[in-house]
């Protein structure tokens, strides 16, 4: 019998992170009240954690809840013991989201082990979570090489080592989140507080599933169903992620950045083009814009070019200009002619 072919996963296993930060960096203070009461309206000098955890950047979020990142173990572990803010009783926690990040890989060598499996041996490199993609073919669901990682840390690491295989982590990049109820983009259908949208049509009252209307978008109103991935509200929408990501700053930061660089409806290079090659510029609406023959008009005013008399001199038109207003000229009239004008003959 033949040997069994070794996995990812045989040999003598190297931690390549064993000197990860592994530590929360981001974390979340809470004010205690009884009548839900947050940090708005509350003065910044009472709420300075400095002296508690040493030199820390903080911010105040949309929610009045305070957002710290520390730089140290040592000040995670400090502010973790936070009771009050001055005399502001506190809760403080890490932040659910910022601490970790996600990333992809691709293996084929990975096929055919489990989510599980991969999980367990990836473990000391400080993965938590993996998830394998998966792709839905003639109505059944295969798995796919590629593979989506969440690390314990903020920081995605270039590579990591499963076994005895070097593999690149890239950024992982989720799809827009589109409602299946109101058909808008950023929630879920269990959140939804919208009217139900035909994901086809775009009209309210139905769902699409025995929908035969024509084909329209809720939310670029073109002439596609709302869960087109050829659709520009989903494409921007897909940027807005991904910059929100690769620069790490927020959905909003991201959304403003991607909204001032989309050109203005109308405005934009391709809208002019359309505009100045409209039929109503024309002045001859038969005579399409790409022929290289010029109107009848034209034709008609210009002389047949065998009674013209030769140019004496190169500046003239050049008579390749002429041969398609006087289409029974031969080829090798044109090349003759153009021997007289390079010589300067009368």
Same mark, same amino acid.
């Given at each position: 019998m033949g040997k069994k072919k070794p996995g990812p996963f045989s040999g003598q296993r190297t931690d390549t992170n064993s000197k990860r930060n592994n530590f929360p960096t981001f974390f979340v203070i809470q004010r205690i009240s009884n009548c839900n009461e947050t940090f708005h309206g509350v003065s910044p000098f009472l709420v300075a954690i400095t002296g508690n955890v040493g030199n820390a950047k903080s911010t105040k979020l949309r929610s009045g809840d305070l957002l710290v990142e520390v730089e140290s173990s040592k000040q995670a572990k400090e502010i973790t013991k936070l009771k009050s803010l001055s005399t502001i009783p506190v809760t403080v926690k890490p932040h659910a989201t910022l601490n970790s990040s996600k990333g992809v890989i691709s293996c084929g060598e990975l096929l055919n082990e489990s989510e599980e499996k991969i999980t367990e041996e990836l473990k000391s490199q400080g993965v938590t979570h993996?998830?394998?993609? *998966?792709i839905r073919r003639d109505g059944q669901l295969l798995n796919t090489k590629h593979l989506i990682l969440t690390f314990d840390s903020n920081k995605l690491p270039e590579h990591i080592k499963a076994g005895y295989m070097r593999l690149s982590v890239?950024?992982?990049?989720p799809n827009p989140l589109r409602c299946f109820k109101c058909q808008r983009f950023g929630h879920s259908k269990t959140s939804c507080r919208g009217t139900l949208t035909c994901a086809r049509c775009a009209e309210v009252g139905h769902e699409s599933t025995d929908c035969t209307r024509t084909e329209?978008?809720?939310n670029c109103k073109g002439e596609h169903t709302s869960f087109s991935r050829n659709c520009f509200a989903w494409k921007q929408e897909k940027e807005i992620i991904s910059t929100k990501i690769k620069n790490r700053i927020s959905y909003q930061?991201?959304?403003?950045?991607?909204k001032s660089k989309t050109p203005t409806p109308g405005n934009s290079y391709v809208s002019a083009v359309k505009k100045s090659t409209a039929p109503s510029?024309? *002045?001859?609406p038969d005579v399409s814009i790409s022929s290289s023959k010029p109107p009848d008009s034209i034709a008609r005013a210009s002389p047949p070019i065998p009674n013209l008399p030769i140019p004496s001199s190169p500046s003239v038109s050049p008579v390749?200009?002429?041969t398609f207003a006087s289409p029974d000229l031969t080829n090798f009239t044109l090349v003759k002619s153009r021997k007289k004008i390079k010589n300067g003959l009368a």
């Open positions: 993996v998830r394998r993609i *998966t890239r950024t992982y990049i329209k978008c809720v930061e991201a959304r403003k950045l991607i510029t024309q *002045t001859n390749i200009d002429e």
